[in-house]
């Protein structure tokens, strides 16, 4: 019986440590995507950031990430990511082995799903003070002729296709936040708007031709 219980034991102990190397290290890194994320129907070449804070009290240090991001709606279709994020910048900037390599930020697209990678050239990684944000890739999608006004839901895909981690090849944990792409028709002038300009143009052209009398 004590044989059985120590090789129970065993067994159990290799499983946690297993766990504890398959599962991300820390959770206080934020995974989240540019707000707000607005597009109009019929168009193409729209995009967003995909962005990474620091949210804990110290350093972290990211060496390679990858991340999917998925939609349900069809109008909705992912083309290409690259590393010219707008909104913060990009983590690997000077040092990325797909731009430095001829590769661009290595993505695989496929209508609502795209996926994206890159990794520090020099393998020393970025380190993100307490607080910061970089981006981690400038997605490209476009919009469908007739696509259904409002919000598409955007998600990440679950590790490890979306996965972060350090110079040593660790596992980073991290937050994955859900975002949206609001769909919205070309804005147009409310009824009173245009009542108030029509006003205020009329009293200027009054005003101009009581001058020229």
Do not use: W
Request: aromatic residues 6%; charged residues 10%.
């Amino acid at each position: 019986m004590s044989h059985i219980s120590h090789a129970r034991t065993t067994v159990l102990a290799t499983l946690t440590v297993l766990t504890m190397l398959s599962l991300p290290a820390r959770a206080d890194i934020l995974l989240s995507l540019e707000t707000p994320i607005t597009a109009q129907p019929n168009t193409t070449g729209d995009a967003f950031d995909v962005l990474l804070t620091n949210t804990g009290p110290s350093v972290a240090n990211i060496a390679s990430f990858s991340f999917g991001i998925t939609t349900s709606d069809t109008d909705i279709t992912f083309t290409d990511a690259n590393t010219l994020t707008v909104a913060n910048s990009y983590i690997f900037a000077g040092d990325s082995f797909d731009v430095i390599n001829g590769f661009g930020l290595a993505t695989a697209s496929g209508a609502q799903t795209l996926e994206a990678s890159d990794a520090s050239n020099s393998g020393l990684g970025a380190n993100l003070a307490s607080g910061a944000t970089v981006g981690i890739g400038h997605v490209l999608f476009d919009v469908a002729a007739g696509a259904k006004l409002g919000p598409a839901p955007l998600t990440f895909e679950v590790f490890p296709t979306t996965s972060l981690s350090d110079s040593n090849g660790a596992n980073v944990g991290f937050t994955a936040t859900p975002g949206t792409i609001n769909v919205a028709s070309t804005a147009v002038p409310e009824p009173s708007t245009i009542g108030l300009l029509f006003c205020a143009l009329t009293a200027c052209a009054f005003v101009a031709r009581r001058r020229q009398t």
